[in-house]
């Protein structure tokens, strides 16, 4: 295969989620209105409760990571999503593509629309909670932003995974897994409040370390260590994993005859 037929394919894939944006209007309400509704929302009450600059600057940080991260992921998840749907699973998968075209070229728009909504959470929360994002630097932010880039891609692919697996039944991982990061990895709190038990799962997922790395920079300790190592390694090794289980599950939804009973 050329590089040039290799980039097409994943640019369909692209345009297929642009394509689904702009025939949907709920989807753009739903991309702009609840990040910024969390945003203000979560503001106003740190605003109330009279918090410190140094606690409103990590509750913002942990709720506009969060909206980084669901965005993008939900890009991903739709890609399938909508062919479960609009029941033309079959059809996605008799075109030679693979899973690579499938995933990066909707994580590629998944990209552009959570970078558009992080630069407007950014504003809103400059200029409603006088809040500066940018403090750590840009490098440091595009270290950041990478690290929830890859954490929203091992997202996607799980819901991927899943819904290839149990069908429908699986629809609801698109907005639960994302609600399920948000109560361990110290969305709103530090994880050294958990419980031993999920303390240990805590460590063990990537955006954790992301948001100790740039929390840091706003003055707050951890117990945690190695930031952006720990957690490229874990984001990198779960992300190869999770590649491998979608190719195995495309492969067994293809023998087993559940890509037509998607489709029905």
Same mark, same amino acid.
């Given at each position: 295969?050329?590089?040039?037929?290799?980039?097409?394919?994943?640019?369909?894939?692209?345009?297929?989620?642009?394509?689904?944006?702009?025939?949907?209007?709920?989807?753009?309400?739903?991309?702009?209105?609840?990040?910024?509704?969390?945003?203000?929302?979560?503001?106003?009450?740190?605003?109330?409760?009279?918090?410190?600059?140094?606690?409103?600057?990590?509750?913002?940080?942990?709720?506009?990571?969060?909206?980084?991260?669901?965005?993008?992921?939900?890009?991903?998840?739709?890609?399938?999503?909508?062919?479960?749907?609009?029941?033309?699973?079959?059809?996605?998968?008799?075109?030679?593509?693979?899973?690579?075209?499938?995933?990066?070229?909707?994580?590629?728009?998944?990209?552009?629309?959570?970078?558009?909504?992080?630069?407007?959470?950014?504003?809103?929360?400059?200029?409603?909670?006088?809040?500066?994002?940018?403090?750590?630097?840009?490098?440091? /932010?595009? @270290?950041?932003? &990478? $690290? *929830?880039? +890859?954490?929203?891609?091992?997202?996607?692919? #799980?819901?991927?995974?899943?819904? =290839?697996?149990?069908?429908?039944?699986?629809?609801?991982?698109?907005?639960?897994?994302?609600?399920?990061?948000?109560?361990?990895?110290?969305?709103?709190?530090?994880?050294?409040?958990?419980?031993?038990?999920?303390?240990?799962?805590?460590?063990?997922?990537?955006?954790?370390?992301?948001?100790?790395?740039?929390?840091?920079?706003?003055?707050?300790?951890?117990?945690?260590?190695?930031?952006?190592?720990?957690?490229?390694?874990?984001?990198?090794?779960? /992300?190869? @994993?999770?590649? &491998? $289980? *979608?190719? +195995?599950?495309?492969?067994?939804?293809?023998? #087993?005859?559940?890509?037509?009973? =998607?489709?029905?």
């Amino acid at each position: 295969m050329s590089l040039r037929s290799e980039w097409t394919k994943i640019l369909a894939f692209v345009f297929k989620n642009v394509i689904i944006t702009r025939s949907n209007v709920f989807s753009v309400f739903e991309v702009l209105f609840w990040p910024t509704v969390g945003l203000l929302s979560v503001g106003l009450l740190a605003k109330y409760l009279q918090l410190g600059p140094d606690m409103t600057a990590f509750i913002l940080i942990g709720v506009i990571s969060m909206s980084v991260v669901q965005v993008c992921q939900i890009d991903i998840a739709y890609v399938l999503l909508y062919d479960v749907w609009g029941k033309c699973v079959k059809h996605e998968f008799i075109a030679p593509i693979s899973s690579v075209h499938l995933i990066l070229g909707s994580w590629l728009i998944g990209i552009f629309r959570s970078g558009a909504i992080f630069i407007l959470l950014v504003f809103f929360s400059s200029h409603a909670f006088r809040f500066d994002f940018l403090k750590p630097g840009v490098g440091a /932010l595009a @270290l950041f932003l &990478v $690290g *929830l880039f +890859l954490t929203s891609a091992l997202v996607g692919i #799980t819901v991927c995974i899943l819904v =290839l697996v149990f069908g429908h039944k699986a629809e609801v991982a698109a907005w639960s897994l994302v609600s399920v990061m948000l109560l361990i990895c110290g969305i709103y709190y530090p994880i050294s409040m958990l419980p031993a038990p999920i303390m240990v799962a805590a460590k063990l997922i990537p955006l954790t370390y992301f948001l100790e790395y740039f929390r840091s920079f706003y003055g707050f300790s951890s117990d945690l260590s190695g930031f952006l190592t720990r957690g490229y390694g874990y984001a990198l090794l779960y /992300l190869g @994993l999770a590649w &491998v $289980g *979608l190719d +195995l599950v495309i492969r067994n939804a293809k023998r #087993t005859g559940i890509l037509i009973k =998607l489709s029905e």
